[in-house]
């Protein structure tokens, strides 16, 4: 008889534990963890220092009062406009722009702090760029890189493929849209696409997307995620609304500014989107502010303290960012309050009102309270000085 098979006993073998991050992107299916650059990591988990057999006391922050305090962007990733699934990248490294770009004609409306840097973005990607600003000293810098001026809104859109606004608030969206003389509407070209990248209310978009409608423009809400650096570095997120066929068509235009492209819906799903995204940054700036002057009036070492909360499951990557100027009360200018709070009141008006979103409201309330003490031109981490020891 032939010898019996060797078999090899039989082992139980435990999956390991899921890390933090595995479990995000479980829950998440279409969404990829972040990996920001903080200046300083996050201090091991007491659990994990267990397992290595010792139990170490978490390192406190070291962030520079400078330190930037706002996300790392992620890897290049766009999000179809047809089913709004993202279109992860592959690998870790970013992706390169489409190589088949058709240059096209652009007019950048507003040059402010942010403003001018994606019409920068724009130049560098070889588009041909028109710029208007309400104080014409603003396109000087983009002019020595190639744009041209325009006197108008009106003007800057004549023979533009895409024209961007990037302005301050409802009030001045309508002025540069609207206005009967000098407005971009009435410039526009047959075929050419509205995009407003400002932060607005929802009902003002939707009032904005009817105006487009009866005149003929197709128009998209193309507010952004993130703040100077990622301008900078062309690493804007663009939370898009309107219809998927003009998305997909300024695509392009938009990853030459930033590095993610997401369809959230029909106009006005774009703003609430980007009025959440403010909203949830607002509420726990102020409430990591109100712990830290609980802390120091109670006696405790609230560095060392929120260094060890930053090892817990409750600790968010913008808190990591944010927690050196918070600590130090001093930040270089990213998001002022005045903005923050004006924002804030967006999210509210979306709420139906404060009862419907009671801590929106009280987080709105400290905002306010910052601008009435002078903290208005100030970053949004200011507001940790409203809650002194």
């Not at 397992?51 to 305090?69: D, E, L, T």
């Not at 390169?96 to 004609?105: A, Y």
Request: with cysteine; aromatic share 4%.
């Amino acid at each position: 008889m032939p010898p019996a098979p060797h078999t090899q006993p039989r082992r139980t073998v435990r999956p390991r534990p899921r890390t933090r991050d595995e479990a995000a992107r479980s829950a998440f299916p279409y969404c990829k963890t972040r990996q920001a650059s903080y200046t300083e990591q996050r201090p091991p988990s007491p659990a994990a220092d267990r397992r290595g057999g010792r139990h170490r006391q978490p390192r406190p922050f070291s962030q520079p009062a400078s330190a930037h305090v706002f996300l790392a962007s992620a890897p290049h990733r766009s999000r179809s406009a047809t089913s709004g699934h993202v279109l992860p990248n592959r690998g870790n490294q970013p992706a390169s722009r489409p190589r088949s770009i058709i240059m096209s004609h652009i007019a950048v409306l507003g040059l402010g702090a942010m403003g001018r840097r994606m019409a920068a973005n724009l130049l560098k990607a070889g588009h041909q760029v028109t710029v208007w600003n309400r104080t014409a000293r603003a396109t000087e810098p983009l002019l020595a890189l190639g744009a041209t001026q325009a006197a108008t809104p009106r003007d800057a859109a004549a023979g533009a493929d895409f024209v961007l606004a990037m302005v301050r608030d409802d009030a001045a969206s309508a002025t540069v849209w609207l206005d009967a003389e000098t407005g971009a509407f009435a410039g526009m070209r047959p075929g050419a696409i509205a995009m407003d990248s400002s932060t607005l209310s929802v009902d003002w978009i939707k009032n904005l997307g009817a105006e487009a409608v009866s005149r003929g423009v197709t128009l998209l809400e193309t507010p952004v995620s993130g703040s100077l650096p990622q301008a900078d570095a062309a690493q804007l997120i663009f939370l898009v609304g309107g219809s998927a066929d003009a998305c997909n068509k300024a695509e392009p235009v938009l990853l030459a500014m930033g590095n993610s492209v997401n369809h959230t819906g029909e106009i006005g799903a774009g703003a609430l989107t980007k009025l959440a995204t403010n909203a949830l940054l607002g509420v726990q700036v102020t409430a990591i502010a109100e712990l830290i002057g609980m802390l120091r009036r109670n006696g405790a070492d609230a560095r060392k303290i929120m260094g060890i909360i930053a090892g817990t499951a409750v600790w968010s990557p913008y808190a990591q960012r944010a927690i050196g100027s918070l600590l130090s009360g001093e930040a270089p200018v990213m998001f002022p309050v005045d903005l923050v709070e004006k924002d804030f009141g967006y999210a509210l008006k979306a709420a139906g009102s404060p009862d419907a979103a009671p801590t929106i409201a009280a987080a709105r309330s400290v905002f306010r309270r910052g601008i009435d003490e002078g903290l208005g031109d100030a970053n949004l981490t200011s507001v940790v000085k409203l809650f002194p020891a």
